[in-house]
């Protein structure tokens, strides 16, 4: 996840090049690279799967996505925290909403 926001006119190349020159990062790589606009509710995923790059977004419907506070930066988060951020969930601890009490 790249930290801070990022200007969400950016496209494919353009996000390649932040993760190549700010993130130090090789965007061709495998990895997924997520970054989130300033308003919050809209996010892109740049991935390149080895025959060629990709590029997702998502804008939720209510809420905002949880994104770390530093400003500057990459962080790295599991499948599970990615699935849950891409939700609305807060991915940093995410909690059970009820628990199975018995099973008849």
Do not use: C
Request: aromatic letters at 8%; a positive charge; proline letters at 3%.
């Amino acid at each position: 996840m790249a930290t801070g926001h990022t200007d969400m006119r950016r496209g494919m190349r353009s996000l390649a090049l932040r993760v190549q020159e700010s993130l130090k990062r090789d965007p061709h790589a495998g990895d997924l690279y997520i970054f989130r606009g300033r308003s919050g509710d809209l996010v892109k995923i740049l991935w390149h799967d080895g025959s060629g790059m990709s590029l997702y977004a998502k804008r939720l419907d209510r809420g905002k996505f949880i994104w770390p506070s530093a400003s500057d930066g990459a962080i790295s988060i599991s499948a599970a925290q990615m699935a849950y951020m891409l939700e609305g969930i807060d991915w940093r601890n995410p909690q059970l909403s009820w628990r199975l009490r018995s099973a008849g």
